[in-house]
């Protein structure tokens, strides 16, 4: 007895790794297997370049989406402040381009000028999706950051 539902067990499991997926990110009509989002982040009032404003090193850049306070991802700025946020394949399915946005909370040590609390937020827009033969990668860039309060 046993014996038999181990085998209907996998043959179950079986019949479901060979099934496609009917849920996930579908961009332009193709279906992704990652997202990427790229930025830079600036030492001034609102993190965008103005003027000659340093990039701002070692701070923590997050994905969010809908509001939440759940993070689909996570980067730290390299010393010219650009970032990096790659999103898993399994996380494509919470993220919405639509309602997604970039956010650094306030605080950040190694700025002084940024207010002392709330966060820049900054929206996020599709450069491109790039086709490869293992899966399909949706390039994104932020949009200007805004001050906001958490």
Request: charged share 5%.
């Amino acid at each position: 007895m046993k014996t038999s539902h181990t085998a209907f067990l996998i043959s179950i499991l079986l019949l479901a790794s060979f099934s496609p997926l009917t849920h996930g990110l579908i961009l332009n009509g193709l279906r992704i297997g990652a997202v990427r989002v790229n930025g830079l982040l600036f030492c001034s009032f609102d993190g965008n370049l103005i003027g000659n404003s340093p990039p701002l090193s070692g701070a923590i850049v997050q994905l969010s989406c809908a509001g939440s306070q759940t993070n689909l991802g996570q980067a730290l700025t390299n010393p010219a402040g650009a970032f990096v946020v790659l999103v898993r394949l399994l996380d494509t399915l919470l993220f919405d381009p639509s309602s997604c946005f970039v956010r650094v909370n306030l605080p950040v040590a190694a700025c002084s000028v940024f207010p002392p609390d709330g966060a820049l937020t900054a929206s996020i827009n599709l450069v491109n999706i790039v086709q490869t033969a293992i899966l399909n990668i949706a390039n994104f860039t932020t949009g200007p950051f805004v001050s906001s309060v958490l």
